[in-house]
C-alpha cells in the first residue's frame, strides 16, 4: 500500500510540473513570437520611410538615378523577405538579415550622396527623413536585442531541469537568436 502511495505521489508530483512548465514553456514561446513581430515593425517602418527619402533626394540629385535604383530593389527585395514567428529557424533569420543588410546598405550610399548636394543637405524634408531613418535604425537595433533577450530566457528555461524532459515532448525547439551580419566586425572605411 505504501509503494502504491509512493508511486501515486511521484505521478502526481511529475504530471503538476510537467504542467506549470509547459505552461512557462507557452509564456516564453508567445514572448519570442511577439518580439519577432516588434523586430519586424521596426524593419517595415524604415521600408516605409524609404519611398520619401528616395523621392527627396530624387528631386534635388537627378544624376544618382542608379544609387536611387539600388536602395528602391534592395527595399523591395527586404520586404519580399518575412520573418513568420511560427518557423524561427537559422537559415530564415539569415535571410531575412542578409536582405535588411543590402537594404542598409543602399541607404547609407544614399545618405553618402546626399554630401554631394548643399541644397539637398538644408532641405528640410531631407533633414527630417534622415533623422526620422536615423531613430528607426536605432529602435531596429533595440527591438532585435529585446528579442535576444526573450529568446535567451526562452531557450534557458527549456533547456534547464525538468523542463527539459518536457520541452521535446511538448514540441518546443530551441529558438535562434539574430546575429551581427557577416563582416559587420570591421570597421567601414570612409572617403571624403
Same mark, same amino acid.
Given at each position: 500500500?505504501?509503494? #502504491? #502511495?509512493?508511486?501515486?505521489?511521484?505521478?502526481?508530483?511529475? #504530471?503538476?510540473?510537467?504542467?506549470?512548465? /509547459?505552461?512557462?514553456?507557452? @509564456?516564453?514561446?508567445?514572448?519570442?513570437?511577439?518580439?519577432?513581430?516588434?523586430?519586424?515593425?521596426?524593419? @517595415?517602418?524604415?521600408?516605409?520611410?524609404?519611398?520619401?527619402?528616395?523621392?527627396?533626394?530624387?528631386? +534635388?540629385?537627378?544624376?544618382?538615378? +542608379?544609387?536611387?535604383?539600388?536602395?528602391?530593389?534592395?527595399?523591395?527585395?527586404?520586404?519580399?523577405?518575412?520573418?513568420?514567428?511560427?518557423?524561427?529557424?537559422?537559415?530564415?533569420?539569415?535571410?531575412?538579415?542578409?536582405?535588411?543588410? @543590402?537594404?542598409?546598405?543602399?541607404?547609407?550610399?544614399?545618405?553618402?550622396?546626399?554630401?554631394? /548636394?548643399?541644397?539637398?543637405?538644408?532641405?528640410?524634408?531631407?533633414?527630417?527623413?534622415?533623422? @526620422?531613418?536615423?531613430?528607426?535604425?536605432?529602435?531596429?537595433?533595440?527591438?532585435?536585442?529585446?528579442?535576444?533577450?526573450?529568446?535567451?530566457?526562452?531557450?534557458?528555461?527549456?533547456?534547464?531541469?525538468?523542463?527539459?524532459?518536457?520541452?521535446?515532448?511538448?514540441?518546443?525547439?530551441?529558438?535562434? /537568436?539574430?546575429?551581427? +551580419?557577416?563582416?559587420?566586425?570591421?570597421?567601414?572605411?570612409?572617403?571624403?
Amino acid at each position: 500500500m505504501k509503494r #502504491l #502511495l509512493l508511486y501515486f505521489a511521484a505521478v502526481v508530483t511529475l #504530471l503538476s510540473q510537467s504542467s506549470c512548465g /509547459y505552461n512557462g514553456m507557452v @509564456q516564453r514561446d508567445q514572448a519570442v513570437k511577439a518580439q519577432t513581430g516588434n523586430v519586424q515593425s521596426a524593419y @517595415q517602418r524604415r521600408s516605409d520611410l524609404i519611398p520619401n527619402l528616395v523621392n527627396t533626394v530624387k528631386g +534635388a540629385a537627378k544624376q544618382e538615378q +542608379a544609387t536611387l535604383t539600388g536602395v528602391i530593389e534592395a527595399r523591395a527585395k527586404a520586404t519580399s523577405v518575412q520573418l513568420n514567428a511560427n518557423d524561427l529557424t537559422p537559415e530564415n533569420i539569415q535571410k531575412f538579415q542578409a536582405a535588411q543588410s @543590402q537594404l542598409s546598405a543602399g541607404l547609407g550610399r544614399l545618405l553618402a550622396v546626399s554630401e554631394n /548636394y548643399p541644397e539637398l543637405k538644408t532641405n528640410a524634408n531631407f533633414q527630417e527623413l534622415q533623422a @526620422q531613418i536615423e531613430g528607426t535604425e536605432n529602435r531596429i537595433n533595440v527591438e532585435r536585442n529585446k528579442f535576444n533577450t526573450v529568446t535567451n530566457d526562452y531557450n534557458g528555461y527549456i533547456k534547464s531541469f525538468p523542463n527539459n524532459l518536457f520541452a521535446g515532448v511538448f514540441g518546443f525547439k530551441e529558438a535562434p /537568436y539574430f546575429a551581427a +551580419a557577416e563582416g559587420s566586425e570591421k570597421a567601414p572605411t570612409v572617403q571624403f
